[in-house]
């Protein structure tokens, strides 16, 4: 239950509980955790703690928020209704397809790592994960959305898959301040092939890879061959 993707709104609706009518929204954004301890929580643990709950068994749930940029929401049937239909689909659930995936896409003519970041249209995806997913995909971030051709789309949909998979199995990415479900650090960061890595090689050709800030003001990085532009495919 507690282990996710905890980037983006992914994790939000595994963690939402009904209570006395109410249900519970956090979004943990960059710096949040969601933490279940066994133990007396520690003063780091207890230092950057917004919310304490205990669960039984003596269990404590912890949302921990380095820089309190996350949100915590009560909200009741009507509010959650409207909350829920503004978050887009799971990649992970068994019905998201590629053509769904297509779907969220559509209609689009901004850049494809944007798009793929907007929570509207697909939930959880941050910038570490969406960078990770375009260099599999061999997709160039700044292409608009709607150009992708149906083999793009099932390319990036393993991608995405793909990605996520593999953080869930590390127990996620820990480059500053996040931690795991059990307060530990995940070790995805040791598998990031772009996120990070502008000037070093590209793990496929070589090349030395480069940054951009102008696709939405923040650092993305990627292979200029292996990700090139659209006329370069
Ligand atoms: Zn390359």
Redesign the pocket.
């Known amino acids: 239950m507690f282990t996710g993707i905890v980037e983006g709104l992914g994790t939000v609706r595994s963690l939402t509980r009904q209570s006395g009518g109410m249900r519970m929204g956090i979004q943990p954004r960059m710096t949040g955790s969601l933490l279940v301890y066994h133990r007396r929580l520690d003063p780091d643990a207890r230092r950057y703690a917004v919310l304490e709950v205990s669960i039984g068994d003596g269990a404590r749930f912890v949302f921990r928020d380095v820089r309190r940029l996350g949100t915590i929401q009560l909200l009741d049937a009507a509010s959650w209704s409207t909350y829920e239909r503004g978050i887009g689909p799971e990649p992970l659930a068994r019905q998201f397809t590629a053509e769904r995936l297509a779907e969220c896409l559509s209609g689009s003519r901004q850049a494809i790592k944007k798009v793929l970041m907007d929570q509207r249209r697909l939930a959880g995806i941050g910038n570490i994960y969406a960078q990770e997913a375009l260099f599999r995909a061999r997709l160039d971030p700044s292409r608009p959305a709607d150009q992708l051709s149906p083999a793009d789309v099932q390319r990036l949909y393993d991608a995405v898959r793909e990605v996520l998979h593999a953080s869930i199995r590390r127990r996620g990415t820990t480059v500053r301040d996040y931690r795991t479900g059990t307060g530990g650090t995940g070790s995805f960061q040791r598998s990031l092939e772009v996120y990070g890595r502008a000037g070093e090689p590209?793990?496929?050709?070589?090349?030395t890879?480069a940054e951009t800030h102008a696709i939405d003001r923040r650092t993305t990085t990627f292979?200029?061959?292996?990700?090139g532009t659209p006329a370069d495919q």
């Open positions: 590209c793990t496929r050709c070589g090349s890879l292979c200029w061959r292996c990700q």
